[in-house]
């Protein structure tokens, strides 16, 4: 939004003034901006809570507020604070204080909440103009960056303290132009967070062009990256755009970046250093604007070690190095990401949804998950196909099941905890027997020391609640029993 234009956008103003209401609105409305007005900081607060829950995904039918600060039963700075209670900490829309009786401390005191700006009446039209078009500027970005989160949270899955951070690298590397190296266990996900990325940039508009490194032959990889002109090999009987070229204006995202060949190695360092490529029998150089993204399973310093890739290619790729955490260090996504691919293989074949029962879960839960999210989601889809109804433990496959299923349906009692020192081992007890058996002991003891606080017990023992709920199901744990 220049200086020259219109504001555009919805402004409440909230005053007990008939006056100032009407002159806000004269200035407002004449830069082209739509005034909804209140004389009470109650009926406004109603009409923001109300904005908030009917907008839609990233904007909001009001973006800025405009309140007096002395107003009778509420005051400004009270429906500010309301507002950050609303907002989590911080008001969800930019707020202008507006007074003709401020005082230092209440202007710090709004500062403190989160206020916008804060000015004196009488009104200077100019001033209330400059200040409401730098909300709207403030509120357009907020709202962008609310959308670009909605995205990525739509396909990245998991609310475990490592994915949290991985969202927030996402969302924070997205808005800019760096290469970005994608690390990660192979079925981590890591392509969905390449497209996280490309969603979150700049560029979203633009093409995201994906290429695994591994799957094609290393006599064709040059020619598919950068491609070839009529003639220029046996086979070429036609001019080709490589995906470089195919990505212009977009995303490139090499996948399984560690199993590419060195000369095409050198020939991509190249194109990352000039912006330009040469197709294969080509005379003239191509210019490109991609961005690049690359992805591994492999550890690149250890390649670049032993020779295998090229130490000048590696620091052009791994700008900002991006770590995908694998399902093991997550186990408190497992619920969430179980329930997900089961509804999601449920409607794409056609099949009734379908429940899953406590012991099903937890058998789900307390398998390792080697082939990460990608072996979950073939499990999770096998699964809502092959069951004649809701889940049960007899229709999570053996192979996972294992020994698991007798103990996920008769949880350890309290009576199997084992004093050391105090008598010997029960005789026949297995491993996992005793394992759970003392572990349930130092898990009763914890929360006992929290006086029942789980939130603060999984924070003692250094695991997710969710996990930690989890866990005291598996061991039947609950409180007076």
């Given amino acids: 939004m220049s200086e020259t234009t219109g504001l555009g956008g919805t402004i409440l103003v909230i005053d007990d003034e008939r006056n100032i209401r009407r002159t806000l609105r004269m200035v407002l409305e004449g830069e082209g901006a739509t005034v909804l007005d209140a004389d009470s900081a109650e009926e406004g607060l109603e009409m923001i809570q109300r904005a908030l829950v009917e907008g839609p995904e990233g904007q909001r039918p009001i973006q800025v507020v405009m309140v007096d600060v002395c107003l009778p039963n509420m005051s400004g700075l009270q429906l500010l604070e309301k507002l950050c209670e609303i907002g989590g900490g911080a008001p969800p829309l930019p707020v202008i204080l507006i007074s003709g009786h401020a005082t230092v401390t209440d202007a710090v005191r709004a500062t403190r909440l989160g206020a916008f700006d804060f000015f004196e009446k009488p009104l200077a039209r100019d001033r209330v103009i400059v200040s409401v078009r730098n909300a709207l500027r403030h509120y357009q970005t907020e709202a962008e960056l ?45 392509e969905l967070v390449a497209r996280a990325i490309h ?42 755009r490589g995906l470089f070229e195919l990505a212009h204006g977009g995303t490139l995202f090499l996948d399984e970046i560690g199993d590419m060949d060195l000369n095409a190695q050198a020939k991509v360092l190249r194109v990352l250093q000039s912006g330009e490529l040469m197709r ?9 604007d991609v961005r690049v993204l690359a992805a591994t399973h492999r550890n690149l310093r250890e390649l670049v070690g032993t020779g295998e890739f090229r130490e000048d290619l590696y620091f052009r790729l791994a700008v900002v190095p991006i770590s995908v955490p694998p399902l093991r260090e997550r186990p408190g996504d497992v619920a969430l990401l179980c329930r997900y691919y089961l509804d999601l293989a449920c409607h794409e074949n056609g099949i009734a949804p379908k429940r899953m029962s406590p012991a099903a879960q937890a058998v789900l839960e307390a398998y390792p998950w080697p082939g990460n999210v990608r072996e979950l989601r073939n499990v999770m889809e096998r699964i809502a196909i092959l069951s004649d109804g809701d889940i049960e433990i007899g229709d999570v496959p053996l192979e996972i099941r294992g020994d698991l299923e007798e103990e ?17 081992v029960p005789p026949g007890m297995s491993l996992k027997a005793f394992r759970d058996s003392v572990e349930r002991a130092f898990i009763l003891q914890r929360l006992s020391e929290q006086n029942w606080n789980v939130s603060k017990t999984a924070e003692t023992l250094d695991v997710e609640r969710t996990h930690l709920h989890k866990k005291m199901k598996l061991l039947g744990i609950a409180r007076g029993g």
């Fill in 146 to 190: 609310r959308s670009l989160r909605a995205r990525a949270r739509r396909e990245i899955i998991g609310e475990s303290r490592p994915m949290q951070e991985l969202l927030r690298q996402v969302i924070k590397v997205g808005g800019t132009r760096a290469r970005v190296l994608i690390e990660g266990e192979s079925g981590t996900g890591k």
């Fill in 199 to 240: 969603d979150a940039s700049e560029r979203r508009a633009g093409a995201f062009v994906k290429v695994n490194c591994a799957a094609i032959p290393r006599e064709l990889i040059e020619s598919e990256l950068f491609g070839h002109e009529r003639g220029s090999f046996t086979g070429a009987t036609a001019q080709k």
């Fill in 280 to 288: 294969v029998g080509g005379e003239r150089p191509i210019k490109v």
């Fill in 408 to 424: 996920a349906a008769a949880p350890v009692g309290g009576d199997a905890v084992v004093q050391f020192g105090e008598g010997a």
